[in-house]
């Protein structure tokens, strides 16, 4: 049994490989400028970097999903680690106050930004027609000239490789049991 366990592993490790090979052949992205809110006033997609050339925005639902909420409390705490290598914010529809208040109750250090009108959320995907939001992540980088590109983007869900809590889960016996995020647990 061991056995099958490394050897399926090992292909899965192999398939990761795989995929960010295929993610590195897709051809980048330009993007427009767009605008968003924060707490601090109106800011571009541009002013996200600050001084970095590469960006990750994490495409978040708002305080309104506890799913997002979990995905959020998870990077807080690789926040130092991200941010020693590139820009990173989290951008949902909830208005800035909003989105203070959330963070202020999660203790979460990370930059925050409004598309209120979902521009940018539906350019990048994560805002469907019939006006469903769907959480995920796009990479993006600015040349020396100043032009943007989205380099990567994936969707987040149970099981992806962004939230550790599914693989530990699947470790136990009967995996996750149905279990789904809480804003709050009872001890």
Request: net charge negative; charged share 25%.
């Amino acid at each position: 049994m061991d056995d099958e366990i490394r050897r399926l592993e090992e292909q899965i490790g192999k398939l990761k490989e795989q995929l960010t090979e295929a993610r590195r052949k897709r051809p980048s992205e330009p993007v427009d400028s767009f605008r968003f809110e924060t707490v601090n006033g109106d800011v571009s997609l541009s002013d996200l970097f600050g001084s970095r050339s590469d960006l990750l925005v994490v495409h978040n639902m708002g305080a309104s999903c506890p799913y997002c909420t979990l995905w959020a409390d998870g990077l807080n705490g690789l926040l130092p680690h991200i941010e020693n290598r590139t820009a990173f914010v989290v951008v949902s529809p909830d208005a800035p106050d909003a989105q203070a208040r959330f963070a202020g109750t999660r203790s979460w250090k990370f930059r925050m930004a409004s598309d209120p009108d979902g521009s940018f959320t539906r350019r990048m995907g994560y805002l469907m027609d019939e006006g469903g939001y769907w959480p995920g992540v796009s990479a993006f980088h600015r040349d020396e000239s100043g032009n943007i590109v989205r380099t990567g983007s994936t969707f987040f869900g149970p099981g992806d490789d962004f939230c550790a809590v599914w693989p530990l889960f699947d470790l136990l016996s009967g995996g996750a049991k149905g279990w789904e995020p809480a804003y709050r647990y009872e001890s």
